[in-house]
């Protein structure tokens, strides 16, 4: 239960992530500053290891949601599926994710669509996995969402895709400003259909935001639903690679 937000500039990007979750679910821990592999990464982290979102010093960046229009072959569950954007992290270059998501233990996985952002060739590429073969899907780099729910998914997809279509007509879209008001949004209505999302049993528990431009990246984080809670200043690493 997620909305992903990319909103992609000439030398960098911007992405901005709400992660919906169980009420009963321990929450998250706040971003910090991580090696994985040869990538020195910023990310926030599950409490028993593992992350949703993550950017490494060249920029580049994974975003994880589940895949709830997939129903699960299984109803066991051997392998997080927080372990996939660590392994993704190991290729040393974006070119090889597609081998190091493929050589995780994917069969004991639930349904998932993880997005990876390329600000140096200027890629975003959706990989899928649905419990029986890995796909690959190649975007356009233009600003887009990526939607899951637990909850109806179809129709959360088309209610947040069509408040997110009527935003962009907005003087000030594309702006941090308009980034952040658009993940704390109610509209239409307060409830499991909104971008910041409300159910008795589930919410937005967090807002994530990366950053990237030629020399910074920068990632803030939000512990809470974004409507009621600040976003911090951040961590930053100098961006290198380019």
Known sequence: MCTVTLLPRKHG??????RDESRARASGLPPGEHRHGRHRTLHPSEPGGGTWIAVTEEGYSFALINWYSVTPRSAEKRTSRGAVIPGALLADRFADADAAIAGLPLPGMHPFRLIGIDPIDHRVIEWRWDQQKLGRLDHAWRPQQWISSGHDEPCAQAERGRIFELARKQSSAGSLNWLRRLHRSHRPGR????????????????????????????MRHASGSPCSVELNEGLCLKRCGI
């Open 13 to 18: 990007f911007v992405l901005g992530m709400n």
């Open 191 to 218: 409830g499991p259909y909104s971008t910041c999302m409300h159910r008795a049993e589930a919410a937005t528990v967090s807002y994530s935001e990366i950053s990237v431009d030629r020399t910074l990246i920068r």
